[in-house]
């Protein structure tokens, strides 16, 4: 599945980098200049809690696409967009 990331904050990350690992096709959709500010990689540093109790540790160097424009025809099956509670 392709599935677009609105945004680059914490919640869409955590969430983008666990549909990767599924077997997805993630993209961010951040704003103008944002893509060569944040760089063609995201430092990981957390606790994946999904099949361990206590958690695994992940410390890495997630290479990251970026998209600065979104086409009305585009072909994503998916767009996520994250909001606070």
């Known amino acids: 599945m392709k599935i677009l990331m609105f945004g680059r904050g914490v919640n869409a990350t955590v969430n983008g980098w666990t549909l990767e690992r599924a077997g997805h096709d993630v993209e961010f959709y951040v704003r103008p ?40 025809d585009h072909d994503f099956d998916l767009i996520v967009l994250s909001v606070p509670p």
């Open 33 to 72: 200049g944002r893509a060569a500010e944040y760089g063609e990689t995201i430092d990981l540093d957390l606790l994946d809690t999904r099949r361990r109790v206590r958690g695994e540790s992940v410390v890495e160097k997630w290479p990251v696409r970026y998209r600065e424009e979104l086409a009305p």
